[in-house]
């Protein structure tokens, strides 16, 4: 089971400003302050989706839980979010998806950026070095907040990051559009913007850990006798969302709070402009360069899916109202990654990525033959990089007995996988 998050705090969906309840959890090793004589931790982290809300499905999901701690074992960040109409997120459950589709791109987005600027503690006093490696591949994408210099992550400054999901999760999370496509939503974006807000929030949390980690480690090591505000020993340090551009720039002002308590008073907010969800590139290049947050290049992501319980036709349309919910609407339109191809339809997103999919034989709300079908299929496309596992007895909510274990195990095998093809290696 999951212990206490890192952060709780929320954000704003780009898709119209409705606010998301999100968490974060750290893996022990971040905490460790190097003085175990380990090996540096590198930029990984893992979204993990939950099922559809009005049937129960919340952040808490114990299936969400379950896979969420098989890789957090493995040395990666974890971030979970409630989609819109959920837990304590604001608004309600859409009939077309395609508003939790931003929700999940929302998220995405803040997540690489607060991945991107972490600096946990150096394991020993060493020079600063540049966070991007030599000859290492770089998304043309903008981020919108400055680079950090990290000396803790030299060996390869970009993120191994996987997008996965649970059941209805699994769903929005195989229709997202590329990764490049997702950061190009957060480049050259303006304050008072939802995506504004959300890079200014991830480098404001991010800073927040890293001052408060280093001090947490100097004083581990016996250069400090007090640390105020510092992690101690297995408590986290807990932050809640807040308006992060400053007065006057259009957006409105939530109290920070710090305790579990302010989440649900900051979440009462009581007024917010609603804005539209579309803006074209030429309403952009018109906004006055003074209130655009400054541009700096962030390394693409090694992105990889996972897909728990995946809802195949009838019961994905249903979800959806027989709506298309595609990573190439028109609004996630971007330009192919250089030497690379379009993701332009979900499944040659999902075969030319590292993708898992784990699934029953007995679920409930799809066949075995047409779940072993489509895995079937899709591993079978010339180059296809997708593999699945069936699990005997296992139904949609893993209730059986042993089944979970499977899963688990499946799912633990697969990221020890892309951890030694990217040579990072086991640092959990």
Same mark, same amino acid.
């Given at each position: 089971?999951?212990?206490?998050?890192?952060?709780?705090?929320?954000?704003?969906?780009?898709?119209?400003?409705?606010?998301?309840?999100?968490?974060?959890?750290?893996?022990?090793?971040?905490?460790?302050? *190097?003085?175990?004589?380990?090996? #540096?931790?590198?930029?990984?982290?893992?979204?993990? !989706?939950?099922?559809?809300?009005?049937?129960?499905?919340?952040?808490?999901?114990?299936?969400?839980?379950?896979?969420?701690?098989?890789?957090?074992?493995?040395?990666?960040?974890?971030?979970?979010?409630?989609?819109?109409?959920?837990?304590?997120?604001?608004?309600?459950?859409?009939?077309?998806?395609?508003?939790?589709?931003?929700?999940?791109?929302?998220?995405?987005?803040?997540?690489?950026?607060?991945?991107?600027?972490?600096?946990?503690?150096?394991?020993?006093?060493?020079?600063?070095?540049?966070?991007?490696?030599?000859?290492? !591949? /770089?998304?043309?994408?903008?981020?919108?907040?400055?680079?950090?210099?990290?000396?803790?992550?030299?060996?390869?400054?970009?993120?191994?990051?996987?997008?996965?999901?649970?059941?209805?999760?699994?769903?929005?999370?195989?229709?997202?559009?590329?990764?490049?496509?997702?950061?190009?939503?957060?480049?050259?974006?303006?304050?008072?913007?939802?995506? *504004?807000?959300?890079?200014?929030?991830?480098?404001?949390?991010?800073? #927040?850990?890293?001052?408060?980690?280093?001090?947490?480690?100097? !004083?581990?090591?016996?250069?400090?006798?007090?640390?105020?505000?510092?992690?101690?020993? /297995?408590?986290?340090?807990?932050?809640?969302?807040?308006?992060?551009?400053?007065?006057?720039?259009?957006?409105?002002?939530?109290?920070?709070?710090?305790?579990?308590? *302010?989440?649900?008073?900051?979440?009462?907010?009581?007024?917010?402009?609603?804005?539209?969800?579309?803006?074209?590139?030429?309403?952009?290049?018109?906004?006055?360069?003074?209130?655009?947050?400054?541009?700096?290049?962030?390394?693409?992501?090694?992105?990889?899916?996972?897909?728990?319980?995946?809802?195949?036709?009838?019961?994905?349309?249903?979800?959806?109202?027989?709506?298309?919910?595609?990573?190439?609407?028109?609004?996630?339109?971007?330009?192919?990654?250089?030497? *690379?191809?379009?993701?332009?339809?979900?499944?040659?997103?999902?075969?030319?990525?590292?993708?898992?999919?784990?699934?029953?034989?007995?679920?409930?709300?799809?066949?075995?033959?047409?779940?072993?079908?489509?895995?079937?299929?899709?591993?079978?496309?010339?180059?296809?990089?997708? #593999?699945?596992?069936?699990?005997?007895?296992?139904?949609?909510?893993?209730?059986?007995?042993?089944?979970?274990?499977?899963?688990?195990? /499946?799912?633990?095998?697969?990221?020890?996988?892309?951890?030694?093809?990217?040579?990072?290696?086991?640092?959990?």
């Amino acid at each position: 089971m999951l212990s206490s998050p890192t952060t709780v705090f929320t954000i704003p969906s780009i898709h119209d400003d409705i606010t998301l309840d999100c968490r974060i959890y750290h893996p022990l090793k971040l905490s460790s302050c *190097g003085i175990t004589g380990e090996t #540096q931790w590198q930029r990984k982290g893992a979204i993990i !989706a939950h099922p559809y809300a009005p049937l129960g499905g919340c952040l808490d999901d114990p299936i969400v839980d379950a896979v969420a701690v098989e890789i957090l074992k493995q040395g990666f960040v974890i971030g979970t979010f409630n989609f819109r109409g959920a837990g304590v997120s604001k608004g309600r459950t859409s009939w077309t998806g395609k508003p939790e589709l931003n929700d999940y791109i929302s998220f995405t987005g803040f997540f690489i950026h607060y991945i991107h600027n972490m600096q946990p503690p150096t394991p020993r006093s060493s020079p600063k070095t540049s966070r991007t490696t030599p000859g290492a !591949a /770089s998304s043309p994408i903008q981020s919108s907040y400055p680079i950090s210099v990290n000396p803790f992550d030299t060996v390869n400054a970009g993120i191994t990051l996987i997008l996965g999901g649970y059941s209805y999760g699994s769903l929005i999370a195989a229709h997202l559009p590329t990764t490049d496509a997702i950061l190009s939503r957060f480049a050259n974006t303006a304050k008072g913007t939802a995506a *504004g807000e959300i890079v200014l929030r991830a480098a404001h949390l991010s800073q #927040q850990w890293n001052k408060e980690a280093q001090q947490n480690c100097e !004083a581990r090591r016996g250069r400090s006798l007090k640390v105020q505000g510092a992690l101690r020993g /297995s408590s986290h340090s807990i932050a809640m969302g807040g308006e992060e551009c400053e007065q006057g720039s259009g957006r409105v002002s939530r109290d920070s709070r710090r305790s579990l308590d *302010g989440l649900r008073r900051s979440l009462d907010v009581s007024r917010r402009k609603r804005r539209s969800r579309n803006h074209s590139s030429e309403e952009e290049s018109e906004l006055p360069k003074d209130v655009r947050l400054p541009s700096v290049e962030i390394p693409l992501p090694q992105t990889s899916y996972l897909l728990i319980s995946p809802l195949l036709p009838p019961i994905s349309k249903f979800a959806t109202m027989f709506s298309k919910v595609d990573s190439n609407d028109s609004e996630n339109k971007s330009p192919p990654p250089k030497g *690379g191809r379009r993701g332009g339809s979900t499944e040659s997103k999902i075969i030319s990525h590292t993708t898992l999919a784990v699934y029953g034989d007995r679920d409930f709300f799809t066949s075995q033959r047409k779940l072993r079908a489509w895995a079937e299929h899709l591993a079978g496309m010339p180059e296809s990089r997708f #593999q699945f596992k069936e699990i005997g007895g296992a139904g949609h909510f893993w209730h059986e007995d042993s089944v979970e274990e499977q899963m688990r195990s /499946s799912v633990r095998g697969w990221v020890q996988d892309i951890l030694h093809s990217n040579g990072s290696g086991y640092s959990g």
